[in-house]
């Protein structure tokens, strides 16, 4: 029996390639990037991490005062509140000792649980972190994913959690599918799949997808 879910997976991974995400060289700049990502495209988040020229520590963002921090992360928008959101991951962060692996020793469930509890940290936040930060095997859904399982379409429920709990159900508990799949629908989103006008006569799903059927 046909699985979409995978069906969609390997055509976009054979039109674009490994994606290899996320764009960042350790788990606490991954953290710093999800929160800064929220309501705001990556090139602004881009101009406020080369504003901290560096400093990826978290021991010195958690000492920061609060005003330089909102300074260094400003590009990003919603400074005031991203720079308490910031604070905050890193004191959950802190009681791990910043160790990523003791982190990693917890298991998955309680771990989102603890996230979520965060004050500024959402599901899709908790998730990209779980899984790009620490290879936790929990699917991030976006505005992307919702747009293209209405569109293609993929019965996945109505909001967040139902969503995500379609996609883990129907592909392979693998991180390298899941770091993929999410980063792939992200890419796909930018260039084909877009909210408006999408490029559907030379999309590499067109092939498949209702909303494309149905315009022929
Ligand atoms: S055919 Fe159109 S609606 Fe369907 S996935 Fe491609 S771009 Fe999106």
């Known amino acids: 029996m046909s699985n979409p879910f995978m069906e969609i997976y390997d055509t976009l991974l054979n039109h674009y390639g490994n994606p290899h995400w996320w764009p960042a060289d350790t788990p606490y700049e991954v953290m710093v ?28 963002i958690a000492s920061m005062p609060l005003d330089q921090l909102k300074l260094i ?10 720079a308490i959101y910031l604070k905050n991951i890193t004191s959950w962060f802190q009681t791990y000792h910043f160790d990523v692996s003791l982190v990693k020793q917890e298991p998955l469930a309680s771990l989102r649980k603890e996230l979520l509890s965060v004050k500024g940290i959402g599901p899709e936040t908790a998730d990209s ?9 929990s699917f991030v859904v976006d505005a992307y994913t919702k747009r293209l399982c209405e569109r293609y379409p993929l019965k996945v429920g109505d909001n967040y959690e139902a969503v995500k709990h379609a996609f883990e159900q129907n592909i392979p508990r693998e991180i390298n599918v899941y770091n993929n799949y999410h980063a792939l629908i992200v890419l796909h989103g930018k260039y084909y799949c877009r909210k408006r006008r999408p490029l559907c006569e030379a999309c590499p799903l067109g092939g498949r997808c209702q909303n494309n059927q149905q315009k022929n």
């Open 73 to 82: 992360i400003k590009p990003a928008g919603f400074f005031n509140q991203k």
């Open 33 to 60: 990037g999800a929160v800064l990502t929220q309501n705001t495209a990556w090139t602004n988040v881009e101009k406020a991490l080369a504003n901290f020229a560096g400093s990826w520590k978290p021991c010195l």
């Open 129 to 137: 972190i779980l899984l790009y930060a620490f290879d936790f095997p």
